[in-house]
């Protein structure tokens, strides 16, 4: 079973990103790791118990890291972070929680993520959820002219 820690650097080496954007401790460690390795990447620090106030960042990010943060936040400030980071455009967002600390698989999902992995450090166990744009919403076969009732309407009409 894999740890946070080797979850985020997979992720990270994986997506390559010229711009990230860290919450939490691991986090932070992970991003400042890659950001002396690569020399240009554009690294944005949140801090675990304001993040908000650091929103909305002045770029889109390619990938934002959570980490250390929605176990020390109230549920619905929490749910405002990953909302703005997903609404601001964020590529790819990687959220570590432990479970018990209010967060369920269904918030998650409520929001776009997916369970990743289910991980463990130190005997304490974590679930990797992640989000990214270019998956999110897959495109559907019926969404076409073809399977129109007036498929000669098609881009001409908006109501």
């Not at 079973?1 to 691991?26: E, H, K, N, Y």
């Not at 929001?111 to 990743?116: I, K, P, T």
């Not at 304490?124 to 129109?148: E, F, G, Q």
Request: hydrophobic share 40%; proline share 6%; aromatic share 10%.
């Amino acid at each position: 079973m894999a740890t946070p820690q080797q979850a985020f650097a997979r992720l990270v080496d994986t997506v390559q990103p010229q711009s990230l954007l860290v919450c939490g401790a691991l986090a932070r460690k992970i991003g400042t790791h890659w950001q002396l390795h690569t020399g240009n990447t554009r690294l944005t620090t949140l801090t675990e118990t304001a993040p908000d106030d650091a929103l909305p960042v002045s770029e889109i990010q390619d990938l934002a890291l959570v980490s250390d943060t929605l176990e020390h936040l109230p549920k619905a400030q929490g749910q405002i972070l990953l909302g703005q980071l997903r609404n601001y455009g964020t590529h790819q967002i990687a959220v570590v929680v432990e479970p018990d600390h209010g967060w369920s698989f269904t918030d998650f999902i409520a929001l776009g993520f997916r369970r990743q992995a289910e991980l463990e450090s130190d005997g304490a166990p974590s679930t990797l959820y992640t989000y990214n744009i270019d998956t999110y919403n897959h495109k559907r076969a019926w969404n076409n002219p073809d399977n129109w009732a007036n498929p000669e309407m098609w881009g001409k009409a908006w109501w």
